[in-house]
């Protein structure tokens, strides 16, 4: 099993940039597809970003795609997602998860593995 603990969130102005970051311990990690999640107030959890094991393959939302980068380091076990061009609508808990396997998953049932997610504020 894996566990997963992000960090990074916080409070930012529109157009501003967060990084956040997923490190795993446990079982291991290269041997995981990931992802980010976001759930805001009243919403349901929404796919933002995923990579494959390998790395080599990456997806985003349309919502995110050009602003958002997701990255693996699996020397340091992290998963990173960098978050540039910030709007009000990107306000959520963002999650990391992972999933076993070579190929990574929009759907958060397909994510065995889940963080404690951390807060994403942007002002207006």
């Known amino acids: 099993q894996v566990q997963l603990v992000e960090s990074g969130g916080g409070l930012v102005q529109a157009g501003g940039s967060l990084r956040l970051s997923c490190a795993a311990s446990?079982?291991?990690?290269?041997?995981?597809?990931l992802g980010w999640f976001r759930q805001a107030p009243g919403k349901e959890r929404e796919f933002v970003a995923a990579i494959s094991r390998s790395g080599g393959r990456t997806y985003y939302t349309d919502s995110v795609k050009g602003r958002f980068t997701i990255s693996r380091d699996d020397a340091k076990n992290t998963v990173d997602l960098q978050m540039n061009s910030l709007k009000p609508e990107d306000t959520a808990v963002y999650y990391c998860?992972?999933?076993?396997?070579?190929?990574?998953?929009?759907?958060?049932?397909?994510?065995?593995?889940w963080g404690q997610g951390t807060q994403v504020t942007v002002s207006s």
């Open positions: 998860a992972g999933r076993e396997g070579r190929y990574y998953s929009v759907l958060a049932v397909d994510y065995a593995y």
């Open positions: 446990g079982r291991t990690f290269s041997s995981y597809a």
